[in-house]
């Protein structure tokens, strides 16, 4: 298995451009998890899936921030209009579900706003 | 709500020395308990986990025993490597793999040849 696949590894964007990052869960997983890294604030759970489904968004900043999963194999993080606050490591994790499973983390998307 | 807290180095030692990263918890329940580490450029690892009191994770000569009373899951090695140079996050999840981690803020561990 290859693994949790993101896309872009690396993006730079301009000050309210909007940016869409992508990630492939591993085949067979039930859960998906955004996560965001920051030297600030460290690591922060954004959002997560069950199944497809959000399950709680309650770590998203903003508004201006929003996650899909329209199938099993495809998520999508997206922020409109991006800031140079934004600016992170942004890691998806996947895990089969239920109690005591591991998440497996990608290699994450380096998002610089200018 | 859930909070972790670890030091945070860097912490630089000599190769083959003992090495202890504290890690101490704030949760209601009975939380699960995990290291990951994050080698440079790269996602987080699981290192080893514990989903009761008084387990002990173990892997890769990498110890860490879950210690309700006092709240903490210290992760200790007997002898470091070069290799081992990484940032190490204790972390919690209150329902297993099915709810986020709750992430510490990560140790930078230096080891020096």
């Known amino acids: 298995d290859a693994g949790v696949i993101q896309s872009p590894r690396h993006e730079v964007t301009e000050m309210g451009q909007e940016v869409t990052l992508r990630c492939k869960p591993i085949s067979g997983h039930n859960s998906l998890f955004w996560y965001r890294q920051t030297m600030m604030r460290g690591l922060e759970l954004l959002i997560y899936f069950n199944n497809n489904v959000p399950i709680d968004d309650s770590g998203m900043p903003e508004d201006r921030f929003s996650a899909k999963m329209p199938n099993a194999s495809f998520s999508t993080l997206k922020i409109q209009p991006s800031e140079p606050r934004d600016s992170a490591v942004y890691f998806c994790a996947s895990s089969l579900g239920g109690y005591d499973t591991e998440a497996f983390f990608g290699q994450g998307t380096r998002l610089t706003v200018v | ?113």
Not at chain 2, 7 to 24: D, K
Not at chain 2, 45 to 64: I, M, R, V, Y
Not at chain 2, 80 to 100: E, N
Request: some cysteine; hydrophobic content about 30%; aromatic content about 12%.
């Open chain 2, 1 to 113: 709500g859930n909070s972790v807290t670890q030091m945070e180095g860097p912490v630089t030692l000599s190769e083959e020395a003992f090495l202890t990263i504290n890690c101490t918890y704030t949760a209601t329940g009975y939380p699960s308990l995990f290291w990951y580490v994050q080698y440079p450029g790269e996602g987080l690892q699981l290192l080893l986990k514990a989903t009761k009191a008084d387990d002990k994770g173990s892997n890769k000569g990498f110890e860490a025993t879950y210690r309700k009373e006092t709240t903490s899951f210290h992760l200790e090695k007997g002898s470091v490597q070069v290799s081992d140079s990484a940032v190490y996050f204790c972390a919690l999840t209150k329902g297993g793999g099915a709810d986020g981690l709750t992430f510490g803020k990560g140790t930078h561990l230096i080891i020096q040849p």
